[in-house]
């Protein structure tokens, strides 16, 4: 298994592993490949996929403000879980943004996602129950749940 740098024609089994994974929070905007390659574009050394083979079998997107971190769509392959690779992918993220110069990152996890929530505890990532977590839709868009 191989970690490295996603780029935009790892887009199609990317999207392909989201679907694949219960739980994943995407839209039709920022979930498309047009959306993906913004975040690229803007955040090229920070996302990072893991291939087994030819296979992307993990994905993680990363990315930052100048000031913290944000973790978005991490992912592993249900056939591939348990060993070791959203841990690898998270080590690579969190040395890219550290050679950023960032020092802090934070993530979002749905509350019923029971797994992701014990993976980012397991981790070091803590909870943070003084805070409100506050959005608002400038675009309509269309959340595709998998």
Not at 10 to 21: A, F, K, R
Not at 74 to 83: C, E, G, L, M, S
Not at 102 to 114: C, E, P, Q, Y
Not at 132 to 146: G, S
């Amino acid at each position: 298994m191989k970690i490295r740098v996603m780029n935009i024609s790892d887009y199609e089994q990317i999207y392909q592993l989201w679907m694949s994974c219960a739980g994943m929070g995407l839209n039709n905007l920022d979930d498309s490949k047009e959306g993906i390659e913004r975040f690229l574009n803007r955040n090229p050394e920070t996302c990072f996929v893991a291939e087994n083979g030819q296979r992307i079998v993990g994905a993680i997107i990363v990315g930052n403000d100048g000031r913290r971190g944000y973790i978005y769509h991490t992912a592993v392959d249900p056939d591939h879980r348990n060993q070791g690779i959203a841990t690898k992918l998270v080590n690579a993220a969190m040395e890219a943004l550290k050679s950023s110069g960032i020092n802090k990152a934070a993530l979002v996890v749905f509350n019923k996602n029971s797994d992701g929530n014990a993976f980012w505890e397991k981790i070091g990532f803590t909870s943070r129950e003084d805070l409100v977590y506050r959005n608002k839709t400038i675009t309509k868009m269309i959340r595709i749940d998998t």
